[in-house]
């Protein structure tokens, strides 16, 4: 019996020890790992990348719109099939835009290391343009783009896909940057710019009156910070994409390529030097003030087709701009004020701005029995002639804006902007003669006046209504005036892109009008 007894308390024992050691291999619940952590160092929206001390912030928008009265949903009737106002001119461009914006931020013994990347996804209405055939014939196109004069000028296909694009969706690299201990290497915003770009109080893309990289240029930057608000920056930026409003050879210019807004072949040469921009900006609680200058080094190619033509020497351009902000004005609160001024020689860019374009060709009805109006008018860096140095363009303007809150939902802001463009006397003389009536164009028949001089005049209002935080619906109606000083009547022999027919035209001043309505949502 006591044998039995013992055999039993001995397997009860070894049974519990197996059970206990069974016990102890079992899995223990582990301390739940925080994979995204806050990080507050940058303000908010940033978190920390997992298994790094790199923060991240995702953000963008997007954006649908419908621009009335033009081929292009960043700017009026101002050329080509937009200009000609007929039946191949839109009533209406829509678009539908994703914007996609990383912010990383790390914190390092030199300070924070910064990259900034804004990339755009774009589906926009197309244009149609005549092809001059005998049946009426049009081709489709995709996008209006900028050539290098600064023309608007149709490109792509909705057949071949030339534009790289299929039909009217495109991607757009806005801005890709890194900063680090005072520079900024990449593309971002000009530092010549104001820090509203285009936009003093606007939605419209194309005021005068001031630069605007709102897409971003290439550039090397240093910036220093000398407290207080004060801050300077020099640059190094790329001229090629944005700065280049073109160098003309007058010795092609035609009458009928004058009244398509071309005074002559554009005749840019290779990069040479990139623009060198200074900016002194003091940011305090009343507002900011920012002084800009510019260098741009105007390089032409040859005379002729081939080396042994010549060439003109380089000469330099430069445009100088002041900007003030004005906040906490006695009319509400955030209301506010922006103003700039600009002179440029040889610089244009900086005043008839990228999306302005600066070449004008615009149609209208006639006062004195022609069969149409037109007004003309380009704003390139230099001009010259088959063996003649390069003679600048010399321009000044200003734009400006008012905002006024009505409540935390409603704001609405009136603002305008004016450019004007002056040509020297080698140029004068060779489209107009020495005394407005010879030349290219000032000795044909019929003209009473020519001179290449012309100013932009622009006025808007703008209604936004926000009706939930990072949601806002807005109106924005613009008018531009075309005051050009060609002044008569010519005989153009017409044009296929636009179906404009041999005729006599009356010069003209001209005006259009584009309202852009847009819904936005900020994340």
């Known amino acids: 019996m006591k044998l039995v007894k013992s055999l039993l308390l001995g397997s009860a024992a070894g049974l519990i020890a197996v059970g206990g050691a069974q016990a102890a291999d079992l899995p223990v619940k582990a301390k739940a790992v925080e994979y995204v952590k806050i990080c507050s160092l940058y303000g908010a929206g940033f978190y920390y990348i997992p298994g790094t001390d790199t923060c991240i912030k995702l953000g963008g928008y997007l954006r649908a719109e419908v621009a009335l009265n033009t081929n292009s949903d960043f700017s009026g009737q101002l050329t080509s099939n937009n200009g000609a106002r007929n039946r191949l001119t839109n009533y209406y461009t829509m678009r539908a835009r994703e ?280 704003a390139p860096d230099t001009v010259f002639t088959t063996g003649s140095q390069q003679e600048t363009v010399k321009t000044w303007g200003f734009r400006g804006a008012y905002t006024h809150n009505w409540d935390p939902y409603w704001n609405t802001a009136i603002y305008g902007a004016y450019a004007q463009a002056q040509f020297g006397s080698q140029a004068k003389t060779a489209l107009c003669g020495a005394t407005g009536t010879g030349g290219v164009f000032g000795g044909l028949a019929g003209v009473t006046a020519c001179n290449p001089d012309f100013a932009i005049a622009q006025l808007g209002l703008i209604t936004r209504w926000t009706p939930v935080k990072n949601l806002t619906f807005s109106a924005d109606v613009n008018w531009t005036h075309l005051d050009q000083k060609y002044s008569g009547d010519v005989a153009y022999v017409g044009a296929g892109t636009t179906a404009k027919p041999a005729a006599v035209y009356q010069l003209k001043d001209q005006d259009t009008i584009t309202l852009l309505l847009r819904a936005q949502r900020n994340w």
């Open 99 to 378: 914007d996609l914006n990383i912010d990383t931020r790390t914190a390092t013994e030199y300070g924070v290391v910064r990259t900034f990347f804004d990339g755009v996804f774009s589906w926009t209405t197309g244009n149609y343009a005549g092809t001059g055939s005998a049946t009426g014939t049009t081709a489709y196109s995709s996008t209006l783009a900028l050539n290098t004069s600064g023309t608007p000028a149709l490109v792509g296909s909705a057949v071949n896909g030339t534009d790289g694009a299929t039909s009217g969706g495109s991607l757009g690299v806005y801005y890709a940057f890194i900063q680090f201990a005072g520079f900024t290497m990449g593309k971002a915003v000009s530092q010549f710019d104001a820090p509203w770009t285009n936009y003093p109080g606007n939605n419209f893309d194309s005021l005068v009156g001031g630069s605007g990289t709102v897409t971003g240029v290439n550039q090397f930057t240093y910036t220093a910070d000398f407290g207080q608000g004060v801050t300077a920056s020099f640059s190094a930026e790329d001229a090629t994409a944005y700065y280049q409003a073109g160098n003309l050879n007058m010795t092609g210019a035609t009458a009928a390529g004058m009244i398509g807004g071309s005074y002559g072949s554009n005749a840019i040469g290779g990069s040479r030097s990139p623009n060198l921009v200074g900016m002194v900006r003091v940011d305090q609680a009343w507002g900011l003030f920012q002084a800009s200058v510019a260098a741009h080094d105007n390089h032409v190619a040859y005379y002729g087709a081939t080396e042994p033509t010549g060439h003109p020497d380089d000469k330099w351009g430069w445009a100088v701009q002041l900007a003030l902000s004005i906040k906490n004005i006695p009319t509400g609160a955030g209301d506010v004020i922006n103003i700039q001024g600009v002179y440029t020689d040889g610089a244009s860019r900086y005043n008839f701005q990228n999306l302005s374009g600066g070449s004008y060709s615009m149609f209208g009805s006639a006062s004195n029995g022609s069969y149409q109006s037109v007004g003309f008018a380009i």
